[in-house]
């Protein structure tokens, strides 16, 4: 065997059988890229286009070097606060202490990752948490690695389970399930459904409308499933009352439906219960979680169902290995940050102070809707998931403002969520999330160990920026973009 500390470059090249090493780069030129590479790499081999919109909110200027809870820190050492929170993925806020304690002891214990062979302690420790922190009969586990993972694992046990042969699936305007090929169709966005060949047997309903799913279902036995956002979160933070998620159950239950419930960006504590649907006194038949679920660190999803919704669908040996466990499925790591994360959820209180917080933030923002009435539509969301709707301003810009903004981005056209979270960023040192669907608003989902004070620091600075006046916001953004 050759050692290969002894050898020196060119002992070791001529001692190669195999191809020549390309030209890689190290872990260390990886981190040690500035902000330019970056930003042709990226262009080069990631994405041009998407560069075009990171360039127009200026966040292609940052190279984040550090972070750590509630802060990005940049290459300058500018602290960033995380009002974004990668759209519900932190909930711990990053690089929590434990979680990296949990996760070096595994490393220096050498311990095992893929787990397809042999049973692993790792996966059934992690779904037996999963199954402990979901009311009712939630108690079969099926882990993979992200959202639309889940998702689509989600709708295949509820379209079994619903015995259905034909079976047709309800979902609702401006829902958000995932971009891989089956939840596609499932997700209401022409920009992300392209002009794919998607899975047929749909129907699309309006989102907290009851009679408009009691149509649906009622005229069509062939429906067998309805897949619901329990808090839409593309759609821009819309709920539904509780006598809705009631009016679901029920019509469910009545028509022998299975009701899937999409708890990918709004569970994990986010709206101050661990999951959403438990404001409304509720338990669906299957739900799915990713995001959080890998405590900021490790990328983790899970499809959770009633233990004979699952029967149902893969209860025999017969049935069993139709969507058992992908590849990294289970992984070793992924599992225990998963498993860590959760104890530290209970542990400090994470979902109680998602509801505390939550509520502060909230009253603090409508008060900035009442001293901002014409900038400021609506605050709505619950717990540390706020959306926050600005008014249209497409046909009330001043006429000369029209053209130019326009002329940046047509999608920007009209829409102060863009401009407002460009000046955060460049201004204030706070980073916000945009919402796809809807140009007007601004998604705040920050790791739920956000405090009073974080929220203090945010909302001074948006009144600061909404005191300087609209005109002044798009002027000084035209502005940015020339200089
Ligand atoms: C409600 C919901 N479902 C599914 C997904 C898909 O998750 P992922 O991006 O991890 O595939 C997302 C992602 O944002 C989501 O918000």
Redesign the pocket.
Known sequence: MLDRTTLQGTELETSRTGPRKPDLLSVEDAKALDVRTMADLFKDHINPGQFHFMKLLGFHKVKVESAEGMYYTDQNGRKILDFFGG?GSLAHGHNHPRVLEARKRFQDEGRHEIAIAFLSQYASALAKNIAACSPGDLDMVFLGS????A?EAAVKVAERASGRKNCKIVHAENS????SKGVLSLTDSPLYQGDFKLVGNTYKVPFGDLDALKRVVENDSDIGVVVL?TVQ??GGIVTAPTEYWQGVRALCDRHDVVWVA?E??CGYGRTGKFYAFEHHGVVPDVTAL??SLGAGKAPV?AMIARREIYMKAYGTPKTAMIHAQATFGGIGEACITAIEGLNVLYDEDLIGNSAETGAYLKKRLEALQEKYPKIIKEVRGQGLMVGLEFQDFSKTLPLALRPMVAMLDDKLKGSLSGFIGAALLRDYDVLVAFTEYNRNVIRLEPPLICDESHVDIFCDALDDLLGRGIVSIVKNFIQSQVS
Do not use: N, P, R
């Open positions: 759209f992200t959202g639309s993972e998702m958000f399930h995932g971009k956002e979160g593309g999409d990918v960006q990713a995001k999803g």
